[in-house]
């Protein structure tokens, strides 16, 4: 199998992903390669990919939607990726922010953080679909405010129900891994 090569906008998405992945693909090189932000990502993603020689290296980006336009996001992104002569680079937004991800799995943020009776909050309706939420983040300090971006991304990664599909953009992001995984496996 190639090695996979994650470009990410910040450390929080390797602290998650350095967990979540390889439960999901264990025997599957990874590398994270970690930008300051997400104009940092977009500013070098072109350079860093032509320079990355690992020869059969697949590469995912990885960005937060925040306030922009998803598809807008996912075009320019997509754009660098065919600059960079990587067209079958995968291109994955977390809507609107990674913290959605932890939101639509309370039960992993409960175990993960040690804050009890969350998991009881899941039925409300904002926690059915939080890519919907106008600032996940924010939301989760309310609920869990020992929640921290790096510390906390470690600490509920472990618990994550992978097959969760209350968040939209978790789920395409976990299909996307496992649909490209046996693409190439199917080419080994």
């Known amino acids: 199998?190639?090695?996979?090569?994650?470009?990410?906008?910040?450390?929080?998405?390797?602290?998650?992903?350095?967990i979540m992945v390889p439960k999901l693909l264990p025997d599957t090189p990874l590398r994270f390669v970690v930008f300051e932000g997400k104009q940092d990502l977009e500013k070098?993603?072109?350079?860093?990919?032509?320079?990355?020689?690992?020869p059969g290296a697949k590469f995912v980006v990885l960005r937060d939607q925040d306030a922009a336009d998803c598809h807008s996001v996912k075009r320019t992104l997509?754009?660098?990726?065919?600059?960079?002569?990587?067209?079958?680079a995968l291109v994955r937004i977390a809507c609107r922010e990674l913290e959605s991800w932890y939101l639509a799995d309370l039960a992993a943020v409960e175990k993960g953080l040690r804050v009890s009776r969350l998991a009881r909050l899941q039925a409300k309706a904002k926690f059915c679909a939080p890519d919907q939420l106008g600032s996940p983040a924010r939301e989760l300090r309310r609920i869990a405010p020992a929640y921290q971006k790096i510390?906390?991304?470690?600490?509920?990664?472990?618990?994550?129900?992978?097959?969760?599909?209350?968040?939209?953009s978790f789920a395409?992001?976990?299909?996307?891994?496992?649909?490209?995984?046996?693409?190439?496996?199917?080419?080994?």
Request: glycine share 6%; charged share 30%.
């Open 44 to 54: 070098q993603m072109v350079r860093r990919m032509r320079g990355y020689l690992v």
């Open 151 to 168: 510390g906390g991304s470690r600490a509920i990664a472990p618990h994550l129900d992978l097959d969760n599909r209350r968040s939209t």
């Open 172 to 188: 395409h992001f976990v299909s996307a891994i496992l649909k490209l995984h046996a693409d190439l496996s199917r080419r080994s």
């Open 78 to 88: 997509r754009k660098r990726c065919d600059e960079a002569g990587r067209p079958d």
């Open 1 to 18: 199998m190639s090695e996979l090569v994650f470009f990410l906008e910040e450390p929080s998405a390797e602290a998650l992903l350095s």
